[in-house]
């Protein structure tokens, strides 16, 4: 698993979803920003990975399992 499996799980679950990364945030009840382009890297470049607890909270608010979350990381 990469940090860009993960962005493309995040990303391909909100298309699934038909939301954008700001509307599935939103529905976990996170900031609408967590999920940015802008806040994927830091300052000097080196990736930021999206938190375990941002996660759980997107697959909680859309019933999606585990399971299902990491097919969508290898679309």
């Not at 298309?15 to 830091?42: H, Q, V, Y």
């Amino acid at each position: 698993m990469t940090n860009e499996d993960l962005w493309a799980g995040i990303i391909n679950l909100a298309a699934a979803k038909n939301t954008s990364c700001s509307g599935l945030a939103r529905m976990a009840g996170l900031d609408a920003t967590i999920f940015n382009k802008s806040k994927r890297k830091n300052k000097t470049g080196q990736l930021r990975w999206p938190s375990t607890y941002a996660i759980a909270k997107i697959l909680n608010a859309t019933g999606t399992s585990l399971a299902d979350f990491a097919k969508l990381m290898k679309k």
